[in-house]
Nanobody, 116 residues
Framework: QVQLVESGGGLVQPGGSLRLSCVAS????????MGWYRQAPGTQRELVAR???????NYADSVKGRFTISRDNARNTVALQMNSLKPEDTAVYYC??????????WGRGTQVTVSS
């Protein structure tokens, strides 16, 4: 059974930090790339960070230098450390594998709101 459970979102002031976590089940976690996506109201879902099974990392230009993705294969988790947050980072954040994302399967996500 496939399950993606994101947590760690909340309300934070501009310049603040949050750490998001995701637990994936029903997947061979260690051999799959994992990504963090976000979707703000009225926008398309955007890939913001991705880490391959070998540890190769890619970031969207909008978050480069501010966000850090990491994974813990022993716990089937992927994390996103978000620093220097901006109001433009406000969105629902999702984790996913490449394949499940292509197939249109998503978890509930976690809301991040950056506001004074």
């Amino acid at each position: 059974q496939v399950q993606l459970v994101e947590s760690g979102g909340g309300l934070v002031q501009p310049g603040g930090s949050l750490r998001l976590s995701c637990v994936a089940s029903g997947v061979s976690f260690s051999i799959n790339a994992m990504g963090w996506y976000r979707q703000a109201p009225g926008t398309q879902r955007e890939l913001v960070a991705r880490i391959s099974s070998a540890g190769r990392i890619n970031y969207a230009d909008s978050v480069k230098g501010r966000f850090t993705i990491s994974r813990d294969n022993a716990r089937n988790t992927v994390a996103l450390q978000m620093n220097s947050l901006k109001p433009e980072d406000t969105a629902v954040y999702y984790c996913n594998t490449d394949g499940w994302a292509r197939s249109g399967y998503w978890g509930r996500g976690t809301q991040v709101t950056v506001s004074s």
